[in-house]
């Protein structure tokens, strides 16, 4: 019974604050200066996969006992949303983030309490183990997105007019507001979410007149 009800406790914290989190996390990749597919990747990790499955992470007891989590905290949940930015840099940039660096972030976003080396090193293991270890990274929005982009661009000159900066705005704000966040978790599959986007931003940034090219088939088509 006090599983459930310390579930229930984490369960209410997350979702009150998972726009917040994403907010942190996109302010946090902002100032790290990262490239967009370790944000995108790290929204994946902490957003997608990351807060939802905490809750049932830690009704095991073993798991409960971890000073991270007990208990449950939102400095702890913003040191999570910077721990898979390092994680993505490590999987996707020649030369991540280095712990030092993100220390220096932690200390000025989150002032509630300070976090030594070995506790991000810590945090690291438990949100790996959350996901199971399983961090792959491919199969996200803006991988998709990022080659439907490409692909426009080869087979219609309007492709080239498309504002890929706009796709990415609106990527966020998905991601950012209420009525959308859960778009990127659960509802639509991410390569039709990419498709989606990628029409939005076609009819929002490339002129009128220069709408020559199939959009809704090919987008359909393609995802």
């Known amino acids: 019974m006090e599983h459930s009800s310390s579930s229930l406790v984490d369960s209410t914290l997350i979702s009150s604050q998972r726009?917040?989190?994403?907010?942190?996390?996109?302010?946090?990749?902002?100032?790290?200066?990262?490239?967009?597919?370790?944000?995108?990747?790290?929204?994946?990790?902490?957003?997608?996969?990351?807060?939802?499955?905490?809750?049932?992470?830690?009704?095991?007891?073993?798991?409960?006992?971890?000073?991270?989590?007990?208990?449950?905290?939102?400095?702890?949940?913003?040191?999570?949303?910077?721990?898979?930015?390092?994680?993505?840099?490590?999987?996707?940039?020649?030369?991540?983030?280095?712990?030092?660096?993100?220390?220096?972030?932690?200390?000025?976003?989150?002032?509630?309490?300070?976090?030594?080396?070995?506790?991000?090193?810590?945090?690291?293991?438990?949100?790996?183990?959350?996901?199971?270890?399983?961090?792959?990274?491919?199969?996200i929005a803006f991988l998709f997105l990022q080659e439907l982009w490409i692909q426009i661009k080869g087979v219609a000159k309007a492709g080239e007019l498309i504002n890929f900066e706009a796709c990415m705005e609106i990527m966020d704000l998905l991601y950012e507001k209420e009525e959308t966040s859960l778009l990127c978790t659960y509802s639509c599959p991410p390569h039709s979410l990419a498709a989606s986007i990628l029409v939005v931003t076609y009819v929002m940034t490339v002129p009128q007149h220069k709408w020559e090219f199939p959009i809704l088939p090919w987008g359909e088509e393609m995802h």
């Open 19 to 139: 726009l917040s989190l994403v907010e942190f996390l996109i302010q946090s990749a902002e100032h790290l200066q990262v490239a967009p597919v370790v944000k995108y990747s790290a929204l994946s990790l902490f957003a997608d996969r990351f807060l939802p499955s905490l809750p049932r992470f830690k009704i095991d007891a073993h798991n409960s006992n971890n000073w991270l989590l007990k208990p449950l905290t939102e400095s702890a949940l913003h040191l999570f949303a910077v721990i898979s930015l390092w994680i993505s840099t490590k999987m996707h940039d020649s030369r991540p983030l280095s712990v030092t660096c993100l220390r220096s972030l932690a200390n000025k976003s989150i002032s509630e309490q300070h976090f030594t080396t070995r506790n991000f090193l810590e945090a690291e293991v438990l949100f790996m183990q959350v996901l199971n270890f399983e961090i792959g990274t491919t199969n």
